[in-house]
């Protein structure tokens, strides 16, 4: 009879156990849910730079920093000359709790220093043509079909901000923006790039080719290579989604298709290493086009 009471006693204990397991699983899982938000929602927020060579890059732009937040005890370093950069251009400074910029920062990356901006400002595709005819050059324009890695398109701005690009277009819908993870990665570069964000690629296309542009896209199946390309001239280069690549739409609507050769067991490169590869190459022809 004792026997069967422990026994009972044990299965009770044992399923209290169970259940207790339970609730503390279900609570990490909410926990992470609500990390998981919190970082969705950071990564919407394009009114926000952090980190130090960021806001460094920020202050030497055309960028308008409203207010700096430094977290308290943190005054070392660089930080001190950012604020007093920032004192300088009467730029409020205020200090706030650590624990208030991992909330507010888009990423936990943020050295102790966030800066809000006014929204980023996206120019027309007149602007881009105007910086071209400015410069005494012919276009070379870069559109980006559905870049939805902000990662991917910081690298590229970077590039194409090093290899003479006059202007990136982006679409309104599922791409990404300029936000601060494209600040950081573009290292400065958006600051110094022309970026506009229209509604509809293929209609932009059209507008390009009535401007003199010649439009290539990029994609691995053409049978011609970006190396035995001539790009001297007007160019519009469009680099396709990470997975999908260029939409029909838009393939349809390009005079040219390149494609990169490759002879590993690897048939694709990331987005922005095609596109790095791909400018280089329209940078060379007009160079030796000189």
């Given at each position: 009879?004792?026997?069967?009471?422990?026994?009972?006693?044990?299965?009770?204990?044992?399923?209290?156990?169970?259940?207790?397991?339970?609730?503390?699983?279900?609570?990490?899982?909410?926990?992470?849910?609500?990390?998981?938000?919190?970082?969705?929602?950071?990564?919407?927020?394009?009114?926000?730079?952090?980190?130090?060579?960021?806001?460094?890059?920020?202050?030497?732009?055309?960028?308008?920093?409203?207010?700096?937040?430094?977290?308290?005890?943190?005054?070392q370093g660089s930080i001190i000359k950012i604020i007093s950069i920032a004192k300088d251009k009467g730029i409020p400074v205020?200090?706030?709790?650590?624990?208030?910029?991992?909330?507010?920062?888009?990423?936990?990356?943020?050295?102790?220093?966030?800066?809000?901006?006014?929204?980023?400002?996206?120019?027309?595709?007149?602007?881009?043509?105007?910086?071209?005819?400015?410069?005494?050059?012919?276009?070379?324009?870069?559109?980006?079909?559905?870049?939805?890695?902000?990662?991917?398109?910081?690298?590229?701005?970077?590039?194409?901000?090093?290899?003479?690009?006059?202007?990136?277009?982006?679409?309104?819908?599922?791409?990404?923006?300029v936000n601060t993870t494209v600040f950081k990665t573009s290292a400065g570069?958006?600051?110094?790039?022309?970026?506009?964000?229209?509604?509809?690629?293929?209609?932009?296309?059209?507008?390009?080719?009535?401007?003199?542009?010649?439009?290539?896209?990029?994609?691995?199946?053409?049978?011609?290579?970006?190396?035995?390309?001539?790009?001297?001239?007007?160019?519009?280069?469009?680099?396709?989604?990470?997975?999908?690549?260029?939409?029909?739409?838009?393939?349809?609507?390009?005079?040219?298709?390149?494609?990169?050769?490759?002879?590993?067991?690897?048939?694709?490169?990331?987005?922005?290493?095609?596109?790095?590869?791909?400018?280089?190459?329209?940078?060379?022809?007009?160079?030796?086009?000189?």
């Amino acid at each position: 009879m004792a026997k069967r009471e422990n026994k009972k006693r044990e299965e009770i204990e044992f399923q209290k156990e169970a259940e207790r397991q339970k609730r503390k699983e279900r609570a990490i899982k909410r926990e992470r849910e609500r990390d998981k938000e919190l970082v969705e929602e950071r990564e919407i927020n394009e009114n926000i730079i952090e980190g130090r060579n960021p806001i460094f890059e920020a202050f030497d732009s055309k960028i308008t920093v409203e207010k700096l937040l430094v977290s308290k005890g943190d005054s070392q370093g660089s930080i001190i000359k950012i604020i007093s950069i920032a004192k300088d251009k009467g730029i409020p400074v205020i200090e706030v709790d650590r624990r208030k910029l991992d909330a507010i920062a888009n990423s936990p990356n943020h050295q102790g220093v966030v800066a809000y901006i006014t929204p980023y400002r996206y120019v027309e595709i007149a602007d881009i043509l105007k910086i071209a005819e400015d410069r005494s050059e012919k276009p070379f324009v870069l559109i980006l079909d559905e870049i939805e890695d902000p990662h991917n398109l910081g690298s590229i701005i970077r590039t194409a901000e090093l290899s003479g690009v006059h202007g990136v277009i982006i679409p309104k819908r599922r791409s990404a923006s300029v936000n601060t993870t494209v600040f950081k990665t573009s290292a400065g570069a958006v600051n110094h790039m022309a970026i506009a964000k229209v509604t509809n690629i293929a209609r932009v296309i059209d507008e390009l080719k009535e401007a003199g542009l010649f439009v290539y896209g990029a994609d691995m199946t053409s049978e011609s290579k970006s190396y035995n390309t001539n790009f001297s001239g007007g160019v519009g280069l469009v680099i396709g989604n990470e997975g999908k690549g260029i939409s029909r739409l838009v393939k349809e609507k390009c005079d040219g298709i390149v494609s990169i050769p490759m002879v590993g067991k690897v048939n694709s490169l990331n987005a922005s290493v095609a596109a790095g590869i791909l400018m280089y190459e329209v940078m060379k022809s007009r160079i030796l086009d000189k």
